[in-house]
Every structure is written in structure tokens, then in C-alpha cells.
């Protein structure tokens, strides 16, 4: 099994460049960036077009609490954020994660971090939002546009990653372990077997009933994929669907990821 984000958080102080001011909320301009996410379609610096690391976006979450969660393809970082005077603020306290990140990608976490912590201005015409920090401007959209959230009924979600605390892992292979919910009913497969069971919902939570199983014998990494699986499909979970991912998590924090199999 190989750990794919295996980090834990870091809390440590940074000095907001220059601003000493607590972060506000509950503006009325704070309230058109809050609750929305950004994904980056363009980057230009010193009016030229930078070219980011490849299968990598900026990723801009204005989270309900009044914090900022941003990535650039590696480690995301995260703070408290005010969005007065059409400035981002960060606040001194910044969380980020501690994943080994080499080349490109290890330079783009420190050039993103740089930008923000430099108090850019910012703009919103509609779904599009501009930052800008002296010569550089990231452009991006409202990830509602470019992903616009999957029905949870009807599609095939693939396992992508386990999640126990703060690290998520991968098994070869895990893409063959899927599930369908349609109403009350779940289908799926752990990989190995295949199996059936009754699910109930409420706002944000999934109860699955025991499931039912075939008796095909599983070895090896198969039947450790299995019995994760068939842990996290147990009881009380929440569920989350955001763009083309699912994430379901138990009360301790555990759980599964799952990816929409085109």
C-alpha cells in the first residue's frame, strides 16, 4: 500500500506582510466569495503566460468558517482570510501540510504561497475571479462551472483512497472496487466480491444496512482492499459529493474516497 498523503498538519506562525489587522467576516463583500471554490484556467506574470506543473491548478476554497484552503497541486495550506476592501488578508496563524513535493511541483507550493501571503487583490465578475499580486494574475472559475457536482444516485463511484486519520493510501487495483446507490439500494463490488445491501439517507448521511456478499475467496492485498471497504460501507456515515469525488467518512474521521468511473 503506498501513502499518498500521509501528512499531517503543521500549525506555525507566519508574518502577514506587512498587516497586522485580524482577519474580518460576515461583510457583505466577504459573503460573494464564501462557500465557493475556484479552480485556476490561466496564469500570467509580468504579462506573459506562466505555464504551471503538468495535471496541476491552483485551487482557491473560501470555506463557511471564513478560512482560505489553497493548493497548487502538492501541499495545500490554509487560514483565516479577510476579504475587505477587495484585498485578501491572511491571517498570522497558517496551516500546511508537510508532503514531500520534488521539482516543479515543490517550487509552485512556495511561488502560490508567496502570492497570497502578499495580500492580493481581487476581483469577481460573476463566475470569474481574478487575483493579482504585483505582476502576477491567477484567473480562475467557479468549480461549480468547470465541475459541477455529480448526482450521487446512478453513478459508478471507484474507489480511488482509504482514509485513516490524516493519511490517505492507495492498493493497486483499488479502481476495480466500485459502488452504485439507486434510492435505497447499494451494488457494488469489493474487487473480489460482489455485494448488495439496503441504504438509508438523511441531509449528509448515509446508514448502510449489512450487506451481502459472494463467497469468492480473497487473499492478499484483494482481501485487505475488501474488509476496508466493507468497513467503510458500515452504519452511520456523511457523505460528501464534490465535482466528480465522493467522500464518505465515519465519526472518527475514517473512510473512502471514490472517484466517478466514466
Same mark, same amino acid.
Given at each position: 500500500m503506498i501513502a499518498l498523503a500521509g501528512a499531517s498538519?503543521?500549525?506555525f506562525s507566519v508574518a502577514a506582510c506587512g498587516h497586522d489587522a485580524a482577519? !474580518?467576516?460576515g461583510t457583505a463583500t466577504e459573503?460573494?466569495?464564501?462557500g465557493?471554490?475556484?479552480l485556476s484556467n490561466a496564469v500570467t506574470e509580468n504579462g506573459k503566460p506562466k505555464q504551471l506543473a503538468p495535471g496541476t491548478r491552483v485551487r482557491l476554497q473560501f470555506t463557511d468558517d471564513g478560512k482560505l484552503v489553497a493548493d497548487a497541486g502538492c501541499n495545500s495550506m490554509q487560514a483565516k482570510v479577510s476579504t475587505n476592501d477587495s484585498k485578501l488578508t491572511l491571517d498570522k496563524q497558517i496551516t500546511q501540510t508537510l508532503m514531500g513535493c520534488? !521539482?516543479?511541483l515543490q517550487s509552485q507550493d512556495g511561488w502560490l504561497s508567496g502570492v497570497l501571503r502578499a495580500t492580493p487583490s481581487w476581483k469577481l465578475d460573476g463566475s470569474k475571479l481574478d487575483l493579482t499580486a504585483g505582476s502576477t494574475t491567477i484567473s480562475l472559475t467557479d468549480k461549480k462551472v468547470v465541475e459541477p457536482d455529480l448526482s450521487i444516485d446512478g453513478t459508478k463511484w471507484?474507489?480511488?483512497s482509504v482514509i485513516t486519520g490524516q493519511a490517505a493510501s492507495h492498493t493497486a487495483g483499488s479502481e476495480k472496487a466500485w459502488l452504485t446507490l439507486s434510492g435505497e439500494r447499494v451494488t457494488g463490488s469489493t474487487g473480489c466480491n460482489d455485494f448488495q445491501g439496503t441504504v438509508a439517507r438523511s441531509t449528509g448521511k448515509l446508514t448502510f444496512g449489512e450487506l451481502a456478499t459472494?463467497?469468492?475467496a480473497c487473499a492478499g492485498e484483494p482481501a485487505k482492499l475488501e474488509s476496508q471497504l466493507l468497513k467503510g460501507l458500515k452504519g452511520d456515515v456523511t457523505y460528501q459529493v464534490d465535482g466528480s469525488t465522493l467522500k464518505l467518512r465515519s465519526s472518527s474521521g475514517d473512510g473512502l474516497d471514490f472517484t466517478a468511473q466514466r
Open positions: 498538519l503543521l500549525l482577519p !474580518g467576516a459573503a460573494t466569495l464564501i465557493k471554490t475556484f520534488l !521539482g516543479q471507484a474507489l480511488s459472494t463467497r469468492r
